[in-house]
């Protein structure tokens, strides 16, 4: 601090303390804290890690499905990534197995319907929460 | 209750209490207003850019590296968050020779203010204030209000220790000056 010598004046800092301060409303305290509390980022970072895993599930979804079906379609995705030897001895039976207990999951009609229907109510809450998280986002950077 | 370090309230924040922010708020609100009113001239958008601010470091709470102060972290937030506002030029560099700085004289202090009671040194330096520039406002209100160090303002400001001592010296020998003015005015008066 040896060079605030030069600019150190104790009298002129008495003198300026005791000038009117600039003070923001009374209620400044009060108004960051709402904002603090609403503040999407916060409420994240103390969420458990359940919660982020189930947050991260209907893209880990996704990510399978299409794995499934590059693997089990005529293109050569599987030789590619794993090498032929291991894919068709190894991989692909229980690729197989997989997909014909599913298979036998939608054979039926009922079943059929259930699964139509479920996916479509999921695919109908991802886009909910998309677009509501989309409207948080909007309105806190409009400050509302 | 004694008020603790602010590292103590950052790191009850950071464990999940957001209440001891309440606490860091209360404390710097009036400086980060005041840096924020000097720049923008007017006082509810100085309140927006303070709000902004102080939000603005509780999500960026946990990069914080306590390597300076977090006031003058802070300080530097609204300083940004300000001159983005306003996009008004940063404070700019003042050339000045070394040998000029050690050898600035400035008055001593007014004997006839020290005979002047509390309220009237009060006035008496408000109306010296309104009389400097924003910019002169702002690193004297930093420096001797806010009681931060040269070193502290030039990391805010962004201008070089030097160029700040130069500055406050300036403003220091203006506002001496304008003192006398007001008190010669004063004493014509009566």
Same mark, same amino acid.
């Given at each position: &601090? ?30 960051? &804290? ?22 991260? !599930? ?10 499934? !079906? ?17 894919? $068709?001895? $190894? ?18 009609? !009922? ?6 229907? &479920? ?15 989309? $409207? ?9 | 209750?004694? *008020?603790?370090? =602010? ?7 950071? #464990? ?13 609100? %009036?400086? @980060? ?8 001239? #007017? ?14 470091? *509780? ?11 977090? %006031? ?6 609204? *300083?940004?968050?300000?001159? %983005? ?19 600035? %004289? @400035? #008055? ?26 924003? =910019? ?50 004063? @004493?014509?008066?009566?």
């Amino acid at each position: &601090m040896e060079e605030d010598k030069l600019v150190k004046d104790d009298f002129l800092r008495e003198l300026i303390q005791k000038s009117s301060s600039d003070n923001p409303s009374d209620d400044f305290v009060g108004k960051v &804290m709402d904002k603090v509390r609403q503040m999407p980022e916060f409420s994240d970072a103390r969420k458990p890690v359940y919660l982020y895993l189930r947050s991260l !599930f209907p893209f880990i979804l996704l990510v399978f499905t299409v794995f499934l !079906f590059l693997c089990t379609s005529d293109l050569p995705f599987g030789d590619y990534f794993f090498g032929k030897e291991f894919y $068709t001895k $190894t991989l692909l039976p229980y690729l197989t197995v997989f997909l014909e207990s599913f298979r036998a999951l939608v054979s039926s009609k !009922f079943t059929s319907y259930a699964f139509i229907i &479920m996916i479509a109510a999921g695919v109908l809450i991802l886009i909910d929460r998309l677009l509501s998280r989309g $409207t948080k986002n909007f309105s806190l950077s409009k400050g509302l | 209750m004694k *008020y603790q370090d =602010d590292n103590f309230y950052i790191e009850c924040v950071l #464990n999940g209490d957001e209440s001891a922010y309440a606490t860091l708020v209360a404390k710097h609100k %009036s400086l @980060v207003f005041s840096i924020a009113l000097r720049i923008l001239n #007017n006082r509810e958008d100085a309140e927006e850019i303070a709000q902004d601010c102080f939000l603005k470091a *509780y999500r960026s709470l946990k990069f914080f590296k306590k390597k300076s102060k977090f %006031s003058t972290w802070l300080y530097r937030i609204a *300083y940004n968050a300000a001159i %983005s506002r306003t996009r008004k030029k940063r404070l700019e560099f003042v050339p000045m020779d070394e040998y000029v700085l050690q050898n600035y %004289s @400035v #008055n001593n202090e007014p004997k006839t203010v020290i005979g002047l009671d509390d309220h009237e040194q009060a006035v008496l330096i408000d109306r010296a204030l309104q009389r400097l520039s924003d =910019d002169e406002n702002l690193l004297i209100t930093l420096f001797y209000k806010g009681e931060n160090s040269v070193e502290d303002i030039s990391h805010i400001t962004g201008l070089s220790s030097s160029n700040v001592k130069v500055r406050l010296h300036r403003i220091r020998k203006k506002l001496y000056d304008e003192i006398s003015v007001i008190m010669q005015q004063e @004493v014509k008066r009566l």
